[in-house]
Nanobody, 123 residues
Framework: QAQLVESGGGLAQAGGSLRLSCAAS????????MGWFRQAPGKKREFVAT????????DYADSVKGRFAISRDNAKNMVYLQMNSLKPEDTAVYYC????????????????WGQGTQVTVSS
Protein backbone atom coordinates (compact mmCIF):
# COMPACT_ATOMS: atom_id res chain seq x y z
CA GLN A 1 0.00 0.00 0.00
CA ALA A 2 1.54 3.25 -1.15
CA GLN A 3 1.70 5.82 1.58
CA LEU A 4 2.85 9.42 1.99
CA VAL A 5 3.33 10.94 5.43
CA GLU A 6 4.06 14.63 5.95
CA SER A 7 5.80 16.14 8.96
CA GLY A 8 7.46 19.34 10.02
CA GLY A 9 4.49 21.65 10.17
CA GLY A 10 3.85 23.95 13.08
CA LEU A 11 3.74 27.56 14.13
CA ALA A 12 6.17 30.13 12.76
CA GLN A 13 6.44 33.88 12.87
CA ALA A 14 6.29 35.98 9.73
CA GLY A 15 9.74 36.08 8.20
CA GLY A 16 10.65 32.75 9.73
CA SER A 17 11.32 29.34 8.22
CA LEU A 18 9.98 25.81 8.35
CA ARG A 19 11.01 22.63 6.59
CA LEU A 20 8.36 20.12 5.65
CA SER A 21 9.21 16.49 5.01
CA CYS A 22 7.30 13.81 3.16
CA ALA A 23 8.15 10.16 3.72
CA ALA A 24 7.08 7.81 0.92
CA SER A 25 6.65 4.08 1.25
CA UNK A 26 5.02 1.13 -0.48
CA UNK A 27 5.74 2.24 -4.04
CA UNK A 28 8.44 3.11 -6.54
CA UNK A 29 8.41 6.79 -5.65
CA UNK A 30 11.94 7.29 -6.88
CA UNK A 31 10.46 7.24 -10.40
CA UNK A 32 7.52 9.51 -9.57
CA UNK A 33 7.11 13.25 -9.83
CA MET A 34 6.37 14.69 -6.40
CA GLY A 35 4.39 17.77 -5.51
CA TRP A 36 3.37 19.97 -2.63
CA PHE A 37 -0.07 21.53 -2.43
CA ARG A 38 -1.79 23.58 0.24
CA GLN A 39 -5.28 24.42 1.34
CA ALA A 40 -6.13 27.42 3.48
CA PRO A 41 -9.41 27.62 5.44
CA GLY A 42 -12.30 28.38 3.13
CA LYS A 43 -10.15 28.14 0.00
CA LYS A 44 -9.51 25.54 -2.66
CA ARG A 45 -6.40 23.41 -2.57
CA GLU A 46 -3.66 25.02 -4.62
CA PHE A 47 -0.38 24.04 -6.20
CA VAL A 48 2.82 25.01 -4.39
CA ALA A 49 5.76 23.16 -5.96
CA THR A 50 6.70 20.05 -7.89
CA UNK A 51 9.89 18.15 -8.68
CA UNK A 52 10.78 15.62 -11.35
CA UNK A 53 11.82 12.10 -10.38
CA UNK A 54 15.53 12.86 -10.87
CA UNK A 55 15.28 16.39 -9.42
CA UNK A 56 16.53 18.04 -12.60
CA UNK A 57 13.32 20.02 -13.03
CA UNK A 58 11.24 21.96 -10.52
CA ASP A 59 8.29 24.31 -10.78
CA TYR A 60 6.80 26.73 -8.28
CA ALA A 61 3.67 28.76 -7.84
CA ASP A 62 4.36 32.45 -8.32
CA SER A 63 3.29 33.13 -4.74
CA VAL A 64 6.17 31.06 -3.32
CA LYS A 65 8.86 31.44 -5.99
CA GLY A 66 12.12 32.64 -4.48
CA ARG A 67 10.99 31.78 -0.93
CA PHE A 68 10.29 28.03 -1.05
CA ALA A 69 12.51 25.24 -2.34
CA ILE A 70 11.49 21.66 -3.12
CA SER A 71 14.03 18.85 -3.02
CA ARG A 72 14.12 15.08 -2.78
CA ASP A 73 16.35 12.24 -1.64
CA ASN A 74 15.42 9.13 -3.61
CA ALA A 75 17.73 6.92 -1.56
CA LYS A 76 15.63 7.75 1.50
CA ASN A 77 12.27 8.07 -0.31
CA MET A 78 11.94 11.59 1.06
CA VAL A 79 10.73 14.88 -0.36
CA TYR A 80 11.24 18.22 1.33
CA LEU A 81 9.82 21.72 1.16
CA GLN A 82 12.05 24.40 2.64
CA MET A 83 9.92 27.44 3.38
CA ASN A 84 11.68 30.74 4.06
CA SER A 85 10.45 34.30 4.52
CA LEU A 86 7.09 32.95 5.62
CA LYS A 87 4.04 35.15 5.41
CA PRO A 88 0.68 34.90 7.20
CA GLU A 89 -0.91 34.04 3.85
CA ASP A 90 1.19 30.87 3.77
CA THR A 91 -0.99 29.52 6.58
CA ALA A 92 -2.58 26.31 5.31
CA VAL A 93 -2.59 22.56 5.49
CA TYR A 94 0.25 21.35 3.27
CA TYR A 95 -0.09 18.11 1.34
CA CYS A 96 2.50 15.93 -0.34
CA UNK A 97 1.46 14.14 -3.52
CA UNK A 98 2.96 11.74 -6.07
CA UNK A 99 2.30 10.90 -9.70
CA UNK A 100 3.97 8.73 -12.29
CA UNK A 101 5.47 10.59 -15.21
CA UNK A 102 6.23 14.24 -15.65
CA UNK A 103 5.74 17.11 -13.23
CA UNK A 104 2.39 18.82 -13.14
CA UNK A 105 0.65 21.72 -11.43
CA UNK A 106 -2.70 19.97 -11.62
CA UNK A 107 -3.84 18.31 -8.42
CA UNK A 108 -6.02 15.85 -10.33
CA UNK A 109 -2.91 14.50 -12.06
CA UNK A 110 -1.62 13.17 -8.74
CA UNK A 111 -2.43 9.64 -7.65
CA UNK A 112 -1.13 9.43 -4.09
CA TRP A 113 -1.71 11.93 -1.30
CA GLY A 114 -0.63 12.36 2.27
CA GLN A 115 -2.89 13.41 5.13
CA GLY A 116 -1.41 16.89 5.37
CA THR A 117 0.47 18.92 7.95
CA GLN A 118 -0.68 22.24 9.37
CA VAL A 119 1.46 25.34 8.90
CA THR A 120 0.46 28.48 10.77
CA VAL A 121 2.30 31.75 10.30
CA SER A 122 1.66 34.53 12.77
CA SER A 123 2.15 38.20 11.97
Amino acid sequence: QAQLVESGGGLAQAGGSLRLSCAASGGTFSSYAMGWFRQAPGKKREFVATIRWNADTTDYADSVKGRFAISRDNAKNMVYLQMNSLKPEDTAVYYCAARPGRISRGQYDYVYWGQGTQVTVSS
